[in-house]
């Protein structure tokens, strides 16, 4: 694309992924895996899943949002989207792939609330695997951390599509990318301690239940 900047300024398409950056990096790197994280810590609370919700569908709305803001700024140039076709890249049918996967996995987690959960007493190190529930929670969860992998990616590639194609000719700032990584490599590192807190809280209880109560006490327990 020809260089269109007006003095240090940015141009429409400049300004318009701006916008498109911003939104996704606030669903990839705020939204998103406070949700998850908030399943994860705080699942015996009773606002867990009200917050859960509302992360998520902030979410949703910001894919929609950059989304849209993307698919303007490239057609912008003049060349319709680039999904295909001799200027399509990584980071566009990634992104693409992105944003639909996500919004299945609203539609799968909205589903996967009016399944019935069976308050099974489950016992050992992992509740959340072991307890009776529906499939579609199961799925719900594992597409999801999938889905939140994705996004990491997006991100990560549309910093390098900015270094390629910005019609200011600026790089992403050295510090944004230091910071991108930091935070991607601390909500990983929260997400794996908090499995590890319940492998270490499930095998706890699982004493307490198999130590303390009869069977018809275990067989009321509730698991997650
Ligand atoms: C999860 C995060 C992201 C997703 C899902 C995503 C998605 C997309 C999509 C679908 C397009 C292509 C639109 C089309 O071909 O019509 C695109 C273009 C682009 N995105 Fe992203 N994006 C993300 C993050 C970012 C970030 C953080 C930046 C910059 C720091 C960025 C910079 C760009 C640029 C420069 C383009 C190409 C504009 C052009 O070719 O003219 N993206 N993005
Ligand atoms: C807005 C609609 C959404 C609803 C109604 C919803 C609902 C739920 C429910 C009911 C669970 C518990 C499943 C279980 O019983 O184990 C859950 C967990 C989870 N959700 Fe969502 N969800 C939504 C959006 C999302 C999105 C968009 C993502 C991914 C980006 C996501 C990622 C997850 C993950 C990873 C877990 C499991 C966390 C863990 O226990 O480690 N959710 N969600």
Redesign the pocket.
Known sequence: MPADTQGPGYDYHDTLIIAHAVLASIATLIT?PA??LV??YF?SRTWW?RA??VL??F??VFTIMFFTLSAVAVASGGHGTQFVGPKKDPHHDLGLSVAIL?WV??IF??A??YTH?AHSATSGAFP?IKAK?SPL?HL??WY??F??GLLYAGMKTGIDEWNMVADSGTLVPNGIQIAFWVIFSLEIAAYVI?WFLEAFRGQRNSRMISDHLGDEEKRDTPSI
Request: charged share 15%.
């Open positions: 998103a949700a998850i399943a994860r699942r899943f859960h919700v998520q569908a979410t949703v996500l996995e609203a987690g909205i996967a609330h959960t959340t529930k929670r719900h969860a999801g951390i889905v939140a908090g």
